[in-house]
């Protein structure tokens, strides 16, 4: 590998750790504070009433159990979490901003809106 090669592969890696930064910043602001794209939640978690409702959208803004099992990828897009003797899943997905399409780039907040879906475990 030529001295070109090497350089070539750590500025690939610098920006590939670099857009991986960037989705999960954008992740985290939706997840902790609901900023910077949509939430939804299921009809399970609607059925579980409001005091429920509430300790779940709290354990999920507080999330910060991020492991390579449950975040290979290090963009902060999934969690699990256990209240009230349910098993709570949210997850985020990015779509293009007529919600058509995947987003062309995940990273890019001008182009991406994000989906942060909190549900049930049995509901998945």
């Known amino acids: 590998m030529t001295s070109s090669d090497q350089e070539n592969c750590a500025q690939n890696a610098a920006q590939q750790a670099s857009t991986k930064l960037s989705i999960s910043q954008l992740n985290d602001n939706l997840r902790r504070d609901w900023v910077g794209g949509r939430v939804a939640w299921t009809a399970g978690i609607e059925q579980l009433g409001i ?3 509430l300790a779940i959208f709290d354990a999920v803004n507080e999330f910060k159990a991020f492991t390579l099992d449950n975040d290979p990828y290090g963009e902060h897009d999934f969690g699990a979490v256990e209240i009230a ?19 062309p780039d995940p990273a890019d907040p001008g182009v991406t809106t994000r989906v942060l879906t909190i549900m049930l475990a049995s509901e998945y």
């Open 85 to 103: 003797g349910h098993r709570v899943f949210w997850k985020i997905d990015y779509y293009d901003k007529a919600l058509d399409y995947g987003s």
């Open 51 to 53: 005091g429920t409702i």
